[in-house]
């Protein structure tokens, strides 16, 4: 059951499409301080809270204090309290088990068992507010109704599930035609190739710079051939330039956010002088969603949006205070600290709090302070594309993807969570980020693989893209400055292409996985907790993950291990996909109709050490499950998605049977009963 309690006047955020009644009620479970503003409830000494998606550390999420307030912070770490997203989603995990839902657009805190081991405290800016209490038997039966309430998550086209590759830095047509030289030369799967702002004729959106990229069009066609797709950038922020016509256009018609005085606000971001695009205006959205037609018309099939929390490097009134302060620094002789306060000047001003105090937004005849509304920005950014793509190709799926994120965007594009560095802990708390996101409805999700920002490792990046193929989002991205991070930089090709291949290979298995996550309202990813609710000990597993309904996975992140430790809720069959030279050496080998070697191996329940090394990737198939696998291909348009064989686990049973999903990946026409095809295997 689902109730719904609205405080004071809280702005529409479309986060739930179909609002249930407010009931006059009290707000159950929480006390609510008198001026509306903070929230507190007791915790139970054991229970486990779930929840917030993109956040920094576990699974469960007690021990910390977790900000939602969309910001640009390449600081994924331990102690930080906000990433790209806001997602003010929890679950309880007690007696009897709720969720709760703030529907609240501006900053929230939540202070989960941190200052008070057995309180939690959660803090709004604004009294206004909705919340949403969900009950229900079970934490997952609790996150499915939430699912359901807030609506369809976005289904990419099935090129989105292909492998991409992307790096901050690839400037030119030459620059993206030696890495497709190198992929099809060492023989990697690819479907696309990101391009990131260098694409671009000064940063500004929507323009392709002719010098770098001539005869774009016929470029996009001429990959296209290929199975090939250009994803490329779009930022939030529209340059200052007279002529240019985005900037002309916008400010004609009052769709950038303004100050307080009426002038448009602008904000230094990488193409200088920029303006916002007010995108919780519906004009605003539809004026700038058709922008990217002229991108698609040229043959472009994907996007990914930046810098929309939105990320400001400096505003003019920040510049022009930091200049003063600086002066005044100057003016005496430098002491220690007029030193300190130097360093930290500049770095003060980028998204400050003030800056966000400065602008408005206007929409459903209202008027709205930018910070009141903060975690709206992104979300309707990837609205307004996304609107824009179903009004021209209403049949048509499109790739989309945003760095800024509220629920509510998860019905128009998916995520991937930022500027991540090469670090083991990096690809830990990947794994561990999964399941919250798709708790928050963000089933189209992925990280940097290899990471981000700092020189990436061959053996790191092997063991993250292990873990990659199982996330909807498969893309390697890298900044600007870092070691190059291409798979085939690293020696040991063999095993990168395996390693990719095996993507490929479990492209059925991922896209039905998928498909019934998003049209039934399941996760893709779950905390063993979610599937076995009884198992005391699995309930505090953190580094394991069901996948889909066949599949655990025990990723290896840590480097020079050869192997891990794993807990398993139930017997099943540990399969590890090798070489053909450690086939030879190996008791339990198994191989594919192609030859493809691997061990598949029955594992009772209970604690095992697993020996899995660094060109091998392994999964787990659950008792009476099958696992569907085709015949790799270069690209998803030449997997061949019919008859797929299977690695079964019969375990006692004599038939199983697979409920197995295939569209053309391009179509919307998802509910089809075709697209359903029972695979059964029978036990000879
Ligand atoms: O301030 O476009 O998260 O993926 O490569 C950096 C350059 C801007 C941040 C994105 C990252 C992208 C980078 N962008």
Known sequence: MITRYTFGNPVETYAVPQKPEACGKLLPFFERSEDGLTYSMKLNKDEIVYGLGEQIRGINKRGWTYTSFCADNPHHEEGTHSLYGAHNFLVFDREKPFGVF????????????????????????????????????????????????????????????????????????????????????????????CLDIDYMEDYKDFTVNSGRFPDFEDYVASLKKENIH????????VKIEEGYDVYEEGRENGYFCKKQDGSDFVAGVWPGRTHFPDFLNPDVRKWFGEKYYRLTEAGIEGFWNDMNEPAMFYSDEGLEKAKQQIQAVFSKEIDIEGFFALG???????????????????????????????????????????????????????????????????????????????????????????????????????????????????????????????????????????????????????????????????????????????????????????????????????????????LMLAPVYEQNARGRYVYLPEDMLFVKFISLEEAENERFVEYLEDGTPYIAKPMPAGHHYIDVALD?????????KLLPLLRPANTTAELDFTAPEVIAYPHGQKELAYRYYTDDGVTKDYTEASHFKNIVFTVK
């Open 102 to 193: 703030f529907d609240h657009p501006g900053e929230m805190t939540f202070d989960i068992g941190y200052s008070d081991l057995d309180t939690i405290k959660i803090t709004a800016r604004y009294p206004d507010t909705d919340i949403y209490i969900i009950d229900g038997e079970t934490p997952y039966g609790i996150v499915r109704a939430f699912r359901k309430l807030i609506g369809q998550s976005y289904i990419p086209p099935l090129f989105g599930f292909g492998f991409q590759q992307s790096r901050w830095g690839y400037r030119c047509k030459e620059d993206v035609d030696r890495v497709l030289e190198a992929y099809s030369a060492y023989g990697l799967p690819l479907d696309s190739v």
């Open 230 to 237: 250009l994803i490329p950038i779009i930022d939030a922020g």
């Open 344 to 550: 930290g000047l500049m770095n003060s001003i980028s998204n400050s709090p003030a800056d966000y105090a400065s602008f408005y937004h206007e929409f459903d005849g209202i008027r709205a302070r930018h910070d009141t509304v903060h975690n709206l920005f992104g979300y309707n950014m990837t609205k307004a594309a996304a609107e824009a793509f179903a009004a021209k190709y209403p049949d048509r799926r499109l790739l989309l993807y945003s760095r800024a994120s509220y629920i509510g965007a998860h019905r128009y594009g998916g995520i991937w969570t930022g500027d991540n560095m090469s670090w083991w802990s990096h690809l830990l708390l990947n794994i561990k980020m999964m399941p919250s996101l798709n708790m928050c409805g963000f089933l189209y999700s992925g990280a940097d693989l290899g990471g981000f920002g700092a020189d990436t490792s061959g053996d790191l990046l092997l063991r993250w893209l292990q873990f990659g193929i199982f996330t909807p989002l498969m893309r390697d991205h890298s900044a600007i400055g870092t070691l190059l991070q291409e798979p085939y930089r690293f020696g040991n090709i063999d095993a990168f292409r395996r390693t990719l291949q095996l993507r490929y290979r479990l492209m059925g298995y991922i896209y039905s996985e998928f498909m019934k996550a998003a049209l039934e309202d399941e996760c893709l990813f779950r905390p063993l907790a979610f599937d076995y609710p009884e198992d005391t000990f699995a309930k505090r597993v953190e580094d394991q993950l069901m996948f889909g309904e066949s």
């Open 616 to 624: 091998e990737t392994h999964l787990f198939v659950r008792p009476g």
